[in-house]
């Protein structure tokens, strides 16, 4: 996230998309993901798609997602299939196309 932020490059209407598939341990606490819901580094509306592959996974993000939904947030999606999340991506792609 810092990095991120420190990139003169970024731009906060960036879509992401974090794939935590492969991620075996997920070493991080209640009040960590509190924490770093807090910080702000997307635009309320980009579209951001989380990949979980476990229920553990899926529980955390849905968590995060809940925080930074309280700062109006709304472009975070939780999606347990890849090909989901880039259709969903590449949603907003085609609805700016459009616009």
């Given at each position: 996230m810092l990095r991120?932020?420190?990139?003169?490059?970024?731009?906060?209407?960036y879509?992401?998309?974090a794939d935590f598939r492969e991620v075996t341990e997920v070493p991080i606490t209640h009040?960590?993901?509190y924490q770093l819901a807090a910080r702000k580094v997307f635009a309320p509306d980009s579209r951001r798609a989380f990949v979980t592959r476990t229920p553990v996974q899926y529980?955390?993000?849905?968590?995060?997602?809940?925080?930074r939904s309280a700062y109006a947030e709304v472009?975070?999606?939780?999606?347990s299939d890849m090909d989901?999340?880039?259709k969903w991506l590449e949603k907003e792609d085609a609805e700016e196309a459009a616009g």
């Open positions: 991120l932020l420190a990139d003169k490059a970024f731009e906060p209407s879509a992401q998309l009040s960590e993901i529980g955390l993000c849905r968590m995060f997602q809940t925080y472009g975070l999606q939780v999606f989901e999340a880039l």
